[in-house]
């Protein structure tokens, strides 16, 4: 491209705007498409299975209530965070989650790896009265969820559509929500849900093996 050519494109706002989006696109497919055939971003890790449905149904609550507003689900590889949560995360962890949880901001601490950190029953001390637990919190009270049943139904409806995504419910685990779910509330799956973050999580790295 000789220097007039070059000229006419600095003059022309329209035409180096589209110059720009085309560089960006191709940019863009550069270090997004080879990630989406990458085994270790689309391949679960060993033990990391689709969420059972009380597990589900608190994943919507999660989401419902916007926790991930205050709470990421994203340990970074800084040394620091992996000594006060664990292994850093990794994307075969997520590969259920639609849409991931990985969040941006820590109001309240991490929640990748909570999973067996707390009994049942703090959680539903935490949940419903913040700052019996933690003086300091000043995360509100979600005391309702444990007066809202939960929609058994409507969880058959969701693991089949998950299905159609690929998911790998099979028709007696859908069958199985009802049951799974009966007499239990939002707050029961809240706690389920929080219970299985991170159990599959690789163990912790030594301080000589951070990347």
């Known amino acids: 491209m000789n220097e007039h050519s070059h000229a006419k494109i600095e003059k022309n706002v329209g035409l180096m705007a589209v ?17 989406m055939y990458q085994a270790e971003t689309i391949q679960p890790l060993p033990g990391v299975t689709p969420y059972p449905p009380l597990q589900l149904a608190g994943r919507d609550v999660y989401v419902r209530e916007g926790c991930y507003n205050c709470h990421s689900q994203m340990i970074r590889t800084l040394r620091f965070e992996t000594e006060r949560y664990g292994h850093y995360s990794l994307a075969g962890e997520s590969v259920y989650d639609r849409p991931f949880q990985w969040g941006s901001k820590r109001t309240g601490p991490d929640l990748a790896r909570v999973g067996g950190r707390y009994s049942d029953d703090w959680h539903r001390m935490h949940l419903t009265d913040p700052r019996s637990v933690v003086p300091e919190s000043n995360m509100p009270s979600y005391a309702w969820l444990q007066s809202t049943p939960l929609d058994a139904a409507l969880m058959q409806k969701k693991l089949a559509a998950l299905r159609t995504l690929g998911d790998p419910y099979s028709d007696e685990q859908i069958a199985a929500a009802k049951t799974e779910l009966d007499g239990k509330n939002e707050l029961d799956a809240v706690v389920a849900y929080l219970q299985g973050l991170g159990r599959h999580a690789p163990a912790a790295a030594a301080a000589g093996d951070q990347p």
């Open 19 to 35: 110059l720009i989006a085309v560089a960006i696109s191709f940019g863009g497919l550069a270090e997004i498409v080879p990630l």
